[in-house]
């Protein structure tokens, strides 16, 4: 292996990291990630730090979980890779079963891809070419969310648009109608939660009213908007939307590439508020953080409006040189049978009882704190320069990434959302690491504020 010298030269030579401004990038030397153990990650120098975003929201079970693992080893030596395409192989049967068997009631096909906004994608399409199947061509339209975020493709991108993100790209892009979430309301212009609901709820009344025969699907994250900045809605918000879209005829697709897979207290965050979508995208969690796999899961009556003779040629002509990747596929299926081994979900609400009490005593108590918005082990701490008026931070303070660098010095990695601090552990976190992240958050928080308060504003 290279020297950590030269590890650092080549990643500052050769590599462009994602959402990153490159400029700050290479100002700095780079911390690289050489093991995982459990919940912490180790450096080149052996240093070790709690993993408090999973790895970008993806690690289930921590790093190294033996039996996950092993099914990647014991795969390994039969077949790394098959295609999809006109051929079958057996962990991608295995696992389309086992979800099917777990996933919302009414989802019977899994259609698998590589990446969450890959799911996205396939949802929207196989949404937009199920109405022209079914003799409805004016159902073209999609709906979604103010500030959702369902990936970096262009198809996501357009319903999942973000001003500061995707500027540059928006001629690409097709029109989506757009719905204000409850939580624009309640902390934008400082609604109650009730009437901030209620709010929502009219707006979107009013919107599927209008437009209900000439939409094809409306687009949520349930319960959290993850990307936007750890926005939260009550479950009461997505019945709604699956009312409305049902009543109008419209298909509900719910993605769950960030709450999924047990991180809100439930396998998944539509069962909070007995949701049954037409489509439920799925990734990051599914392979445990491990493998990049993805997939979209769809009721039989979209599955069986594709079925036509060969010659009308109206199959479904989508598809990635991985698609049900063996290995990642074998990963999947052995993450799930940890599921029901470790009762997962259950210690997830207990960890976010935990969670809920040590935020409240350490972190909505200091100054600068605007917000604290937690679904599960999912957590958004919103930091702004004025707490009564919710002024926020100059964004050339990075108020966010300087806390997110400073809680490194106790040995916890953090990515930030702007000025929101995001806290998404391993569901496998203990309550003691529980409380090293929480309380070194709150002291990074405190850390960078009061020197920030003493800028001039
Ligand atoms: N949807 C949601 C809700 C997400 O949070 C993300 C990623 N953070 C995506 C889609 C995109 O997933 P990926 O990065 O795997 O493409």
Redesign the pocket.
């Known amino acids: 292996m290279a020297t950590p010298e030269e590890l650092r030269a080549w990643d500052h030579a050769y590599l462009w990291h994602p959402f990153t401004q490159m400029r700050d990038w290479l100002a700095a030397p780079p911390l690289i990630i050489e093991r995982g153990e459990g919940n912490y990650l180790i450096d080149l120098e052996g240093r070790r730090y709690l993993d408090g975003v999973s790895s ?3 690690n289930v079970h921590g790093h190294r979980k033996p039996e996950l693992d092993a099914a990647l080893r014991q795969q390994a030596e039969r077949i790394a890779h098959s295609t999809l395409l006109g051929l079958s192989n057996v962990p991608a049967v295995e696992l389309a079963r086992a979800l099917i068997e777990i996933a919302p009631l009414g989802l019977r096909r899994v259609f698998y891809s ?7 994608e396939i949802a929207l399409k196989i949404a937009f070419q199920y109405w022209q199947l079914r003799g409805e061509p004016q159902r073209t339209r999609f709906v979604s969310l103010v500030e ?6 262009l198809g ?1 991108v357009s319903v ?1 648009y973000s001003e500061r993100f995707h500027r540059f790209f928006r001629p690409l892009l097709f029109d989506v109608l757009k719905l204000r979430p409850p939580h624009v309301y309640r902390w934008q212009q400082g609604f109650a939660p009730v009437d901030a609901l209620r709010a929502a709820v009219r707006e979107a009344e009013e919107l599927f009213a209008a437009h209900g025969r000439t939409l094809a699907a409306v687009i949520v ?1 349930p319960l959290m ?3 936007a900045g750890m926005w939260d809605h009550p479950p009461e918000y997505l019945r709604t939307l699956r009312n409305l879209s049902r009543e109008s005829g419209t298909l509900l697709i719910c ?5 999924g897979f047990g991180r809100t207290g439930r396998m998944f965050a539509v069962q909070h508020a007995d949701v049954q979508p037409d489509l439920l ?1 799925l ?2 969690g599914l392979t445990a953080g491990y493998l ?1 796999l ?1 997939a979209t899961l769809v009721t039989e009556e979209i599955f069986t409006a594709f079925l036509a003779p060969y010659e009308r040629f109206e199959a479904f002509s989508h598809g990635h040189t991985y698609t049900g990747n063996p290995l990642a596929c074998a990963v999947a299926l052995a993450n799930l049978e940890i599921f029901t081994r470790e009762r997962v979900v259950e210690r997830v609400r207990e960890r976010a009882g935990q969670l809920s009490r040590l935020l409240q005593q350490h972190v909505a108590p200091l100054p600068h704190v605007g917000d604290v918005r937690q679904v599960g082990l999912m957590v958004g701490v919103e930091l702004v320069q004025d707490r009564a008026t919710r002024r926020r931070y100059r964004p050339e303070w990075q108020v966010g990434n300087q806390v997110c660098q400073e809680i490194r010095r106790h040995g916890v990695i953090l990515r930030p959302l702007g000025p929101v601090i995001v806290m998404m552990p391993p569901l496998s976190i203990t309550e003691p690491e529980l409380n090293h992240l929480v309380t070194s958050c709150a002291r990074a928080i405190e850390a960078v504020t009061s020197r920030l308060d003493e800028r001039p504003p």
């Not at 590589?114 to 996205?120: L, S, T």
């Not at 993605?255 to 709450?259: C, G, N």
């Open positions: 970008l929201w993806c590589d990446a969450g906004a890959n799911a996205v959702a975020y369902h990936g970096d493709t996501a999942g994250e908007q993850g990307a993605d769950e590439v960030a709450t995208c990734g990051k990049p993805a």
